[in-house]
């Protein structure tokens, strides 16, 4: 008898295929006890099984009433496939009027489990926990049907009704002795899952995040992974949605307490987190991947590192899990911690297994940028082009560009000029294959074969190239319009060095406006315009200010800002110097040493004030502390070789000349140090050298740029 069932037959059953017939033709009397047959057979003898049961209930047991009749048909409807048969059924009963006796029932029978009297208590006049579990799956059932007849917004509202009616007899939440008798916790579940779908379906996101939080915020005994699918899915919705919602009850005094979608949505998957960790609920790679995603807005990749490195080994293979802690620190500019992680993929240790090559590209690429890992780069990039897998060949183009990249590195950090001429050509060689190789439409290939030849003082090739990049980069380039700015000045071409950067001012974004309006001072000053570089410089410093007070934390804009501020304030140091204003001079350097006191162009300033005013001993002792700061600072070693040589006695110049041939063996284009020398052999009567050394000079002056190339 259906009356007696609590069983299997109060589960909600997928619809089988739509059936022309309908139960919807029968009618019941007020009583609920007769009908009238429709027309046509039955399919199958299994749904003539079920018919006879639901008829021989309705006449012999009278249990049942006209509400929980149909309820029964209405589910036969529904596993038919008839849903419009079986709405038309289901909108037969009166749930508004049922309501407060489901709520009582609910209620009552709950405290009565909850206290376990040993004894029966008769509750005269209260439904039963079946029937109201009968008449919650009616309207989940209808809810259903509303769904697959794309009717969301209906089928959302009957959803809510079952949520409301629980609730309301449940303030407090589902107990446990909940599951011991019938199946209204396992409607209830399903209806707490299928509410916020619904509201998605309709399109009302925030209506769906409302539902989410309802299931969430009160105890529904919900099993862990049904509870860690619901706080997923709402993690998901805020993420993605594009919907702010405000969070309810805001507790401004807990500062812990989410207030934006992004926290809330990282406070849920925090928690997944550590139900993963602990091996709680089943692995699932979208949880990191939704919680990689809100980490990265907000530059919180060091912590996104910390909860990998929590996860459980057989979450990851460990190249992999290697691989993505190496993308975390690189991003969190952790470079030596990824570059050491990179290693142990490529090390000895994992040699029986197939290179990786996005990680071996990830190092090659990391390494260049630092030319301290030039070589180690260079092995990188030549593992990915050594390797013999088909897959492999289109990354080959990237790895010759890092190769190209690495080898010019490498040329800029050797000691001697034959490993300098021969990393030159291999950065050549490497980058115009990476064009070659590749589909020839990387503007970055093209702007390192620029960089590579300006630096080789090939400037018309360089120009045409960077001519050539900003056609590719449709003049978006910040990078690029200072380098070709650079290669103009370098073409003692000041003014039209100045047009392409005022030219960059008005296309590219803020950030990058910083280094250009430097860039300009500098191209002022070197066309001897002091008073138009002062004001330059006063507007770049007013600048960095305003963002300053008004950046939110980031820390690599931070540091770049702070950079741009020193170095602004030690060229108006130098530009005041020259001018013979001491005490301007000294302002500007007592600002640059306030924002980093070991800055070795703040000690290399001081010194040229110092020499400025004839006191050379001062001089050289705060040109010895730059040195000491940064040993190879070259703008130092030169300028205390013409300290030693103003000072006057044969006994500084071989001194000097020890400075110079160290500033040309870190950098053999300076003509600076080239110039002092050739001064040297001059005192030295080595007239033949001299004249040399003055035409070197010469030569590479009137090809300098007014700032390095790199």
Sequence with gaps: ??????????????????????????????????????????DSKFEDAQVDEAESTLKEALSLNYEEARALLGRLEYQKGNFDAALQVFYGIDIKSLSPRMI????????????????????????????????????????????????????????????????????????????????????????LELLPVLWIEAGDLKEAIAAYRRALVIPWNLDPQRLSALQKDLAAILLYGGVETTVPQTKTWDACYPTTNTEEALLLLFILMKKLSYGEIKWDPEIISHLSFALSTCDQFECLAVHVEQLLPRAYKRIERWFFLALCYSAAGQTESALNLLKKISGSSESEHE??????LLGAKLCSQNPNHAHEGINFARKVIESTDPKTEHFKSIAHKFLGVNYGNAARVSLSDSGRMFYHEESINSLNAAASVGVNDDPEVVFYL????????????????????????????????????????????????????????????????????????????????????????????????????????????????????????????????KLESTSDAEICVNKARSKEFYHPGAWHSTGLLFEAQSLFNEALIAFSVALSIEPDYVPSIISTAETLMKMGGSETLPIARSFLMNSLRLEPTNHDAWFNLALICKKEGLEQQAA??????????????VQSFV
Aim: charged share 25%; hydrophobic share 40%; proline share 3%.
């Design 1 to 42: 008898m259906l009356c007696a069932c609590s069983g299997e037959q109060f589960k909600v059953e997928e619809p089988i295929s739509r059936s022309p017939e309908s139960l919807a033709t029968r009618d019941f009397s007020a009583s609920g006890l007769s009908s009238r047959t429709g027309t046509g057979d039955w």
């Design 104 to 191: 009582k029932a609910i209620s009552d029978r709950t405290l009565q489990h909850s206290v376990k009297s040993k004894r029966e208590i008769t509750m005269v006049g209260l439904m039963s926990l079946h029937s109201v579990s009968l008449l919650l799956e009616a309207i989940l059932l209808k809810a259903k049907s509303l769904q697959e007849m794309s009717r969301f917004k209906e089928a959302a509202k009957e959803c809510k009704m079952i949520l409301d009616i629980v609730e309301s007899a449940l303030p407090n939440g589902m107990p446990d002795s909940m599951t011991e008798d019938c199946k209204l916790q396992e409607m209830f579940h399903k209806a």
């Design 355 to 360: 290179p990786h090559i996005a990680s071996l």
């Design 450 to 577: 620029g960089l590579e030849n300006a630096i080789q003082r090939n400037l018309d090739v360089a120009f045409s190239k960077m001519m050539l990049y900003s056609d590719m980069v449709a003049g978006s380039s910040s990078k690029g319009f200072t380098l070709l700015a650079l290669i103009v000045s370098a073409e003692q071409r000041f003014k039209d060095a100045e047009t392409i950067v005022d030219i960059a001012l008005d296309e590219t974004g803020r950030v990058d406006q910083l280094e250009l309006l430097r860039l300009k001072a500098v191209l002022q000053i070197a066309q001897q315009q002091p008073k138009q570089a002062i004001e330059t410089y006063k507007i770049l410093l007013a600048l960095i200010q305003a963002r300053g007070e008004l950046r939110s934390k980031n820390m690599g804009s931070e540091a770049m800002e702070r950079k741009l501020e020193i170095e602004a304030w030690l060229d108006l140091a130098n530009i005041y110097t």
């Design 692 to 705: 040399d050394f003055f035409q070197a000079a010469h030569e590479l002056e009137s090809s300098a740029p």
